[in-house]
């Protein structure tokens, strides 16, 4: 999959107003559960066969087109499968082999430290910037706000293999854009400056990238959900003397938690697993010093065409967001006992 | 260009005059944007420059516009081909992938069942797959089940990316929908398909548009599984396209960044379109609430 | 074909296929109902003039009735995986155009046809005794050497004239020309060279005596920690400091003929046939005019030119094909005497087709007359399967140029890229 962080303009489960909200029977809009939620959940409905009915395509179309190559991904993380082997369609089972191999290497552990690193950077980046753009636009007026979400959809929709390029070049040594802007501003040094001079530098440009192509689904989303807290919760906070940032976390905040949850889920993931826009920046250069966990397993894997070594690095990739992740999903799932 | 009044759509805005804040407010608004759009106008703009200027020691600017570069991408052979499969693979990738979320999301937010809880777990896990590594996994599947250059089989594997998603965010739509009104709508007279279809189904709009996009852009971009599994031209789509423009005699940036920007329409249309109807309806809502 | 779609239809159905077909495969072939058949080519873009390919299709469909020759161009992106999962399919492509630094790794799969027995129908014995070289593992034949090509130095014929200098013909002029032609223009770069040019440094390592990779006792070792490659460098690093081209770069990235030269201030560079002709034309798009000439690249002493690579193509047939004779008898046609003559014409001699007798009679002071003077120094890189994991980015061998180029040590930089090249040769 080459997407990263794109993704649907409103936002996720949580308490979408539907259109017929002004019915006086059904004053749902807005303000959410802090205000005298109505009547919701699956009491109402007999169960029976009818609900396994309903969910067997879903859980058999996964089951057939995901967990059985997952299946397969895990087996052969146990074999031998290199170009020879592909090629004559056998497979030898090679024990445990690809992940001595790994974790032997030291180089694996860097690349695990550096992939949460980058990871924890750009999620915070994206959500605090996501946020505060998704108030700004809040607080626009009808043109303005237009103007800005044009900007974000545009920046949303642009191909991810087209703004690698056009980032790379804005951030060439000799023909760059940003040297030209630094140059006509009068700073000096900047004749040929590198930018990816070493990997931090590179990592620091490929976040500028990755920040600046996940913020839309945030913002935009973010907008979205502030628009459903209603307009009479903030006069309250107003009469109360709250100020601007006591209403975002008494009044904002709360009511977009599952927003924030859900969004954070989705980042995380999507950033850690981001993989064009890391490799085709430098290719994990320069000296192998900005490879994240997928690019690793690219350039240790399917580049050198050793399909064993790459499972493996797959399924202990996943393992450890597994693990890392476990506390969402704990949270998730109590969100969805709340419901 | 400065603020109007305030709609009721936007409660924290006040009627006192705050000129200073209020224009740094849209400042700052204006140079966000631009910040965003810049790589997409720099996108575009290259797409229309002769190749002399393209890249230049100092950024060209002003120059006579040409549409050579769009010739260029959109002569290559097959182009059409390209055209028609991955609108085929994508539309039908989603459709699908609505169709059967719609389903297994109506059963995870109303009903109960054994295994519920294991199914949301799994949803979210689901995610997380790596499609990417898969890509060799899947290949061998394919191969030997002979479905190799199948766009049904391309068709399946992008409506399986993107079902995940779907479900999650379709359940938590339906999930908002009090159950109150689908249960007036059956004391009305409807079956429980009529409430569903007459009462739900038209309150789901934002969600199925949200999902809709989500799965147009993932299903639109993908790369690596076509690279590997549809070697066949006839088969292959969009994307692949995009990257024939650099070659071993030189880079056609020109025509990369026109096929680029030709690429981006599609999602482009299909964003305004739906962004309008999607977060139009919600701050409907959110007014008359 | 309809069992493919139904089956596809349904992921139920899919797995019912994925049951019912395991291993098996039909081997009709490709012929179709009417008994036609369909002979597959893979080349890769840029490798050959449409028009000569379309006439070589001609006669062959000519020759053999019913048989119709489909060319696919391939994209250099993802080509190994895309090249790797092709060999291992039933019904793969006949005939796949394959880099010559890659074609012992294929061969060692399986996955190609072996053509020794047919060297006679090929015509083998006229070939090119060092394009062979890669054809071949543990003396069987894998595949027919095509073309081969190798840099030379480009420069523009003003700026050289401006400063007095003409083509050198040993380092020392070479260098003493650079020093002059900065001299008369500062503006210029007297050469331009990135500091990841490896196939130029590999010359100059076998300048020295030096190899990039040497057999000992049955496993493959690095030699960029050798003092031969310590002084290659030294050399590159002394002819990288006439140029203000990045360091951590190589010459595709930005592509040094259509998106450098173009530009001007580059009074010389080092490429290949197609580059200049790339750079030619994008000057004439520009509306500039451009006058290059060329020269080999200067060896230590003024009898010899320097060592160059020689880079190239070779065709071969895949061993799972289904119409192996067709393929072989189009691969001699393509590859044999008549048809390399007007291919080596059509690429006005910028390929050195695979035989002597095939080559394109170059016009003095031509690109082709100075790259066939500098093949004569010609030699490729180690023939075993796994260098072509060791060219696979992040090549080891760019990553020590870099290194050094910044100022550190050859021979510890050296180390740390043998290590890297063990690990990924010997796999």
């Known amino acids: 999959m080459t997407v990263h962080s794109q993704g649907a303009a409103t936002s996720a489960p949580q308490d979408a107003p539907p259109k017929s909200a002004g019915r006086p029977k059904a004053p749902l809009a807005g303000a959410g559960r802090t205000t005298g939620t109505p009547r919701r959940g699956r009491a109402s409905l007999p169960s029976g066969w009818l609900p396994y009915a309903l969910i067997a395509p879903a859980v ?20 031998q499968v290199n170009k020879i082997e592909l090629i004559q369609r056998k497979a030898p089972f090679i024990g445990l082999d690809n992940y001595t191999q790994l974790l032997g290497e030291s180089r694996f552990w860097t690349v695990v430290v550096r992939s949460f690193a980058f990871t924890a950077a750009n999620v915070v980046l994206i959500m605090v910037l996501g946020s505060l753009i998704g108030i700004l636009l809040n607080r626009l007026g009808t043109k303005m706000r237009l103007v800005l979400s044009l900007a974000l959809v545009m920046a949303w929709a642009m191909p991810i293999v087209a703004s690698v390029t056009v980032f790379q070049w804005l951030f060439d040594e000799q023909f760059g854009v940003v040297n030209w802007l630094m140059r006509t501003l009068g700073f000096a040094g900047y004749e040929q400056h590198n930018w990816f001079e070493s990997g931090f530098s590179t990592l620091v440009i490929i976040t500028v990238l990755v920040v600046w192509g996940s913020v839309p689904f945030v913002a935009l989303n973010m907008y979205a959900g502030l628009t459903t807290v209603g307009a009479e919760l903030y006069e309250a906070a107003k009469m109360d003397g709250a100020n601007g940032w006591q209403t975002f976390w008494k009044v904002v905040f709360p009511n977009l938690k599952p927003f924030f949850l859900v969004t ?53 990739t996943i393992l450890m967001l597994v693990v890392v992740m476990s506390f969402y999903f704990r949270l998730i799932l109590k969100q969805e006992e709340e419901q | 260009m400065s603020t109007t009044a305030p709609k009721s759509a936007q409660p924290l805005r006040t009627r006192k005059p705050l000129r200073p804040a209020a224009v740094a407010k849209n400042l700052g608004a204006l140079l966000l944007a631009l910040v965003f759009v810049f790589p997409v106008y720099w996108m575009f703009s290259s797409a229309l420059k002769p190749s002399g200027e393209i890249l230049t020691k100092d950024p060209v600017f002003v120059f006579t516009p040409t549409f050579d570069n769009f010739g260029t991408a959109t002569g290559v052979d097959l182009f059409w081909t390209y055209v028609g499969n991955s609108l085929v693979v994508t539309v039908g990738a989603v459709l699908l992938a609505l169709l059967v979320a719609l389903a297994a999301s109506f059963a995870i937010a109303r009903m109960k069942f054994k295994g519920r809880k294991g199914l949301v777990l799994g949803v979210m896990m689901a995610q997380m797959a790596p499609w990417e590594v898969m890509v060799i996994a899947m ?21 399986v990316m993107v079902l995940p998603f779907t ?16 249960e007036a709508a059956q004391i009305d007279g409807c079956t429980r398909g009529q409430a569903f279809r007459k009462v739900i189904l038209p309150l789901l709009a934002p969600g199925l548009m949200s999902t809709s996009l989500f799965g147009f852009i993932t299903a639109w971009n993908e790369f690596a599984m ?64 | 074909m309809k069992r493919k779609l139904i089956a596809a239809v349904g992921v139920a159905g899919m797995m019912a296929g994925v049951a019912a077909c395991g291993n098996g495969g039909d081997d009709k072939g490709t012929a179709d109902a009417n008994g036609n058949k369909t002979v597959t080519v893979w080349v890769m873009d840029g490798s050959a003039p449409k028009a000569w390919l379309d006439e070589v299709n001609k006669e062959f469909e000519a ?57 006679a129908k090929l015509g083998a014995d006229a070939w090119q005794k060092g394009m062979l070289s890669s054809a071949e593992v543990d003396g069987k034949l894998y595949s027919a050497p095509w073309y081969a090509a190798n840099r030379v130095v480009v420069y523009d014929k003003k700026a050289y004239q401006k400063a007095g200098v003409t083509p050198p013909k040993t380092r020392d002029e070479w260098i003493a020309g650079l020093e002059k032609l900065k001299a008369s223009d500062p503006a210029t770069q007297p050469i331009y060279l990135p500091g990841q040019s490896w196939y130029v440094l590999a010359g100059f390592v076998w300048d020295e005596g030096g190899e990039l990779a040497v057999k000992d006792g049955g496993k493959w070792k690095g030699q960029l920690g050798t003092p031969q490659a310590a002084s290659a460098m030294e050399f590159y690093k002394k002819l990288q400091s006439f140029s203000t081209a990045p360091k951590d770069k190589d010459e595709a990235t930005p592509q040094q003929s259509t998106d450098i030269v173009p530009k001007g201030g580059v009074a010389s560079w080092i490429g290949l046939g197609w580059e200049a002709q790339g750079a030619l034309k994008a000057l004439k798009e520009a509306g500039k005019e451009g006058d290059f000439g060329y020269f080999p690249i200067p060896g230590k002493t003024a009898d010899k030119p320097g060592s160059v690579f020689l880079g190239g193509s070779n065709l071969a047939v895949a061993e799972r094909s289904k119409n192996k004779d067709l393929a072989k008898e189009w691969l001699a046609l393509a590859a044999g005497k008549d048809q390399m003559t007007k291919y080596a014409a059509a690429t006005e001699g910028a390929l050195l087709p695979n035989q002597q007798a095939a080559n394109f009679a170059a016009a003095a002071g031509s690109f082709a007359e100075s790259m066939a003077k500098g093949a004569a120094a010609g030699k490729i890189t180690p023939v075993t399967a796994g260098w072509a994991n060791v060219e696979t980015e992040p090549n080891p061998i760019k990553e020590f140029m870099t290194k050094v180029l910044k100022g550190e040590d050859a021979a510890k930089a050296g180390e740390a890229a043998d290590k890297e090249i063990a690990s990924r040769i010997n796999k």
Request: no cysteine.
């Open chain 1, 60 to 79: 058999v179309s996964i089951a057939g087109l995901l967990l059985y190559p997952l299946v397969k991904n895990i087996l052969l993380s146990f074999q």
């Open chain 1, 264 to 316: 954070t889920f989705l980042e995380v993931i999507w950033v850690f697993k981001a993989f064009t826009q890391v490799y085709a920046m430098r290719s994990g250069g320069p000296d192998r010093a900005s490879e994240t966990l997928p690019v690793f397993a690219y350039i240790e894997g399917q580049a050198q065409q050793h399909y064993g070594l790459a499972a493996a690095i797959s399924v202990l």
């Open chain 2, 139 to 159: 290949y061998m599947i394919a191969r030997d089940a002979e479905l190799l250059n199948s766009l049904p089989l391309l068709t399946a594997i992008y409506f």
């Open chain 2, 167 to 182: 479900i999650w965010t379709l359940r938590g739509f339906i999930a908002a929908v009090p159950v109150t009104l689908e």
């Open chain 2, 226 to 289: 076509v690279l590997i599994l549809n070697k066949d031209k006839a088969a292959q789509t969009l994307p692949l396209w995009l990257t024939q423009f650099q070659t071993a005699f030189g880079n056609d940036w020109g025509a990369t960044m026109a096929a680029s920007t030709l690429f981006a329409l599609p999602v482009l249309l299909v964003f305004v379109f739906l962004q309008r109807k999607a977060v139009g309806g919600m701050t409907a809502g959110a007014v008359k609430g």
């Open chain 3, 63 to 119: 020759k053999h009735p019913n048989t119709k020759v489909k060319v696919e161009i391939q994209q250099w992106k993802g080509i190994q995986e895309k090249v790797t999962t092709a060999l291992s399919e039933n019904t793969p492509p006949d005939v796949i155009e394959l880099g010559n630094t890659q074609t012992a790794g294929y061969a060692v799969t399986g996955g190609l046809a072996d053509l020794t027995g047919d060297k």
